[in-house]
């Protein structure tokens, strides 16, 4: 099995599309809902994160502002 890996930070679902959606001077709005579920307990908990082995160098605002 390959290692999992991760960026430098650690971003809300809602946080990373506001920096999105502010990378395209967007004025749209970002709605948070509640996940239901085994899906929303495993990202609460942080089963999606691997904050013990950050690859990334940039971080995704970066990231963005390259890209646009």
Known sequence: ???DIGG???YDH???GRMYLASLNS???VL???VP???AAGLKSGA???PANPIGKISFAE???RTQ
Request: charge should be positive.
């Open 48 to 50: 999606n994160l691997v």
């Open 27 to 29: 004025r749209r709005r």
């Open 32 to 34: 948070s809902l509640p």
């Open 8 to 10: 430098p930070a650690v």
């Open 1 to 3: 099995r390959v290692e």
């Open 63 to 65: 990231y963005l502002s």
């Open 37 to 39: 579920g085994g899906i």
């Open 14 to 16: 809602d946080e990373l």
